[in-house]
């Protein structure tokens, strides 16, 4: 039975699949009003410090506001559920202890909320869809094996960049053909010194909030996905910070092959980006069985001796339920770091930094991130990008200037701060 007979079975049977979703904003909202046309599951609890653009997610979608019910303790919650209304809360930890959800989709954004929010998830027994990808390049390994243990899917989400790229690359590998690079398309230009403010304008425009916006003008959301891909996948890290050439559709075949053939690449077997293909993604690939490369020519996929698979679009949060229902009908992963630790985030300074000064996190005014391979992370002992929000400077550093552990006061209270440590002793070990 496929996934949407699943769900038309979950309808008719009066048992849609219920979930959770925290964080209302951009993808959160479109996540909502995206399963309000689908059968066979509800959103029906969202956690969001402004109640108003919680409530606000449900009535777009079409809840009627009388349906819809502020609540703060889980007994009220759990009563609420029971009755078929909707929830709206402050407190996102509420949510993963609820009996009438079977999964929560974490959308903030914030690698710490992320971290708290799957960990408790987890811990509750219920499926978690991370939106949050700087959350999970950061303590994703030990979350994925903490759900395996109990019982439950630790996923990423359908709709961003690097699912859809894994979607390409496990259609080439189960045909047998040798992936040569996989990888997306940056649309926005590249500004490692960008600021909330100096895209705000534009922000403003898309309806994007600027701190996101910054994240991908400045590089690090590229980096971010790129390093998920390769946790992935297996897909390796050829250069700090990737290549990222210029590139159509059309030269991705030649731009990413080896330099012996003309191209830019020292080894296969890589993830990177281009920047002019987005909202796309691809892989590179290559075949030596002489059939097979005929056919690929008499298909006008090329000359060779590399070709290309492109996917022209993501659909962002809007795939994003396709997750949920993997997960809770047939408990698959669409993404996940099956591969542990492969690629490392790492903190740059965005300018020039001082001692003492507290450094603000993603998308912000004092550092970016570069993605790098995780044995030279840990040999050169850099800080990964997803602990980086809160720390405290405890020397100078240069514009441009890798961070190092040595260089800060981590704030220890954050949960993701003592995953993190948690998963360093795990993978030592």
């Known amino acids: 039975m496929g996934l949407y ?72 919650a759990d009563e609420v559920l029971r009755s078929g209304r909707r929830i709206i809360t402050r407190q996102a930890q509420l ?47 030990l979350l994925k094996r903490m759900a395996d243990a109990a019982g439950v899917v630790y996923t ?21 053909l040798e992936v040569i690079c996989a990888g997306k398309g940056k649309n926005n230009p590249l500004d490692r010194s960008a600021t909330p403010e100096t895209v705000a304008a534009r922000a403003h425009e898309v309806g994007a909030s600027p701190k996101m916006l910054c994240s991908f003008v400045d590089g690090t959301k590229t980096m971010v996905e790129m390093a998920a891909l390769a946790n992935a996948t297996g897909l390796t890290i050829e250069k700090r910070g990737l290549h990222g050439p210029e590139a159509s559709v059309a030269d991705l075949p030649r731009i990413f092959s080896l330099r012996s053939q003309g191209g830019i690449l020292e080894q296969t077997g890589v993830v990177d980006y281009a920047i002019g293909v987005a909202p796309g993604v691809f892989v590179v690939f290559t075949s030596k069985q002489p059939v097979v490369i005929d056919e690929l020519r008499y298909l006008q996929m090329g000359d060779g001796p590399n070709w290309v698979l492109y996917r022209p679009y993501h659909l962002t949060s809007l795939e994003t339920p396709l997750s ?18 492969v690629a490392e985030v790492i903190t740059v300074a965005k300018r ?43 020397r100078d550093v240069a514009k441009g200037e890798t961070i190092r552990y040595d260089d800060v006061v981590l704030d220890e209270s954050q949960t993701i701060v003592q995953l993190r440590r948690l998963q360093d002793r795990l993978l030592a070990a």
Request: proline share 4%.
């Open 95 to 141: 949510l993963p202890h609820l009996a009438g959800l079977e999964a929560i989709v974490e959308a903030t954004g914030v690698p710490d909320i992320g971290a708290q929010i799957a960990w408790a998830t987890i811990l509750g027994r219920k499926h978690i869809v991370l939106l949050n990808v700087e959350a999970d390049v950061t303590v994703g390994p």
């Open 352 to 394: 020039a930094l001082r001692a003492g000064e507290q450094i603000d996190g993603i998308g912000g005014h004092t550092v970016y991130g570069l993605v790098d391979r995780a044995e030279v992370a840990r040999c050169e002992r850099l800080l990964p990008l997803g602990l980086a929000q809160g720390a405290i400077l405890k």
């Open 5 to 76: 007979e699943q769900l038309i079975e979950r309808e008719r049977s009066g048992n849609p699949v219920a979930i959770g979703l925290v964080g209302a904003g951009q993808m959160g909202s479109g996540l909502v009003s995206q399963v309000a046309l689908m059968r066979g599951m509800r959103v029906m609890a969202i956690a969001d410090l402004a109640l108003d653009r919680a409530r606000h997610a449900f009535t777009a979608a079409g809840v009627a506001d009388d349906q819809i019910v502020e609540v703060s303790a889980p007994d009220i």
């Open 324 to 341: 949920v229902a993997r997960a809770v009908l047939q408990h698959e992963a669409t993404i996940a770091p099956t591969c542990g630790l």
């Open 156 to 176: 990423g989400a359908a709709g961003d960049e690097p699912a859809a790229t894994l979607e390409l690359w496990n259609f080439a590998r189960t045909l047998g």
